[in-house]
């Protein structure tokens, strides 16, 4: 026999009750629960939900890989396979300010600027935000000596404290387009709620920013510049404050390249065309090295299968990359969808994830809903 609760008896619960219920509804419920009125949308918010968080996190946490554009937003489950539609869409501001990192619970996003039309870097002041989608939490965070451009966020285990990583564009003081443009690597501590300069000047011209990327491992902050050939790799050391230049395998000219972290992992991402003789179609292979830190060597890890390329459809797509945990996920767009291959370490296998029709632009992160993760 199916028992319901009188509307109005949800309504009055005190909230000591309804923390306590909330703590024990999965991740994704919350979504449904917020939207009901304006007092439910503020409980997520409240600090006796948090407190009760944190002796007693919700039962299922998962890691999603997020979808989403103005309109909507989908959370995929790589390892459950489950695919799932945010409604309300909560990552809707991501539409509106540019998507920077995002790391156990917590985004960074910058505001947008417009850039001149030919592509080159507009370093113009922009505000930097850390947020908690869940909770609703926002922190504005203090300005840095130049504006983020590639970041990562490093979160203590305990969720209360982080600090962000920056390769950040410096202003510039003078309106000569000429001049190039100066960049810094910026580190925050949200404990001291500053920025600190690791290093003020970077030992290679950056020209454009879409080109360049940044993954921190095991304390050495590598940048990548460029997606193509030239395309180099940079490694800065924490403790020694010293760049070095990272030696890279054999590349061909035709292809573009992705560096993405992996627990621990550094991971090449290579999209190859390749001609097997002079008079045949070029053919789109994907490649991933993985580099041996303590030998300085890249190591051939996989070829994606061509039958699972083929499942991608045209070969108009472009390709972006992620990775949490022991995952890595290639992302598939053209003008109308977005397809996904996931790659497992552990299990050494490869599986489509779904087909998704999402015909506007995109943002696309991996994203570990973490309700008592502090701003």
Known sequence: ???RMEGMLWGSLPEHILD???????????????????????????????????SDQPKCC????????SHRSFAYNPYSKKLSNLAPP??????????????????LRASSSCSPQDGTLQAAASSIHICNPFTGFVRQLPQAVGRPCAAQILMDP??????????CVQQSDTSQQEEPRRWSLESYNSVGNCWQVLCSKVPVEI?????????VCNEIAYCAIGVRIPFDVWEFHFQTSTWYRVELPA???Y???????CQGRLLLVARIKEQQHPDATLIERIHIWQLEQSKKLWTHMLEVPDEMLGQMGSRGWALSCCAYGDLLILIFKDMLWTKILVYNFTTDQIHCGPCLYTVLSTTEFLFYPRLSALV
């Not at 305990?158 to 390769?167: E, K, Q």
């Not at 292809?255 to 972290?261: C, D, F, K, P, Q």
């Open 1 to 3: 026999m199916e028992v």
């Open 20 to 54: 306590r219920v909330l703590t024990m509804l999965p991740v994704k419920s919350l979504f449904r629960f917020r939207a009901v009125c304006k007092r439910w949308n503020d409980f997520p918010s409240s600090h006796s939900f948090l407190d009760a968080c944190s």
């Open 62 to 69: 998962e890691t999603w890989l997020v979808v989403t554009n």
């Open 90 to 107: 909560l990552f809707q501001d991501l539409w509106y300010s540019d998507f920077l990192a995002s790391s156990e619970g917590l985004i």
């Open 158 to 167: 305990s969720g209360h404290r982080y600090r962000i990583v920056a390769l």
């Open 207 to 215: 020209i454009m920013q879409d080109t360049i990327s940044m993954v």
């Open 251 to 253: 590349l061909p000219a």
């Open 255 to 261: 292809a573009r390249y992705h560096l993405v972290g």
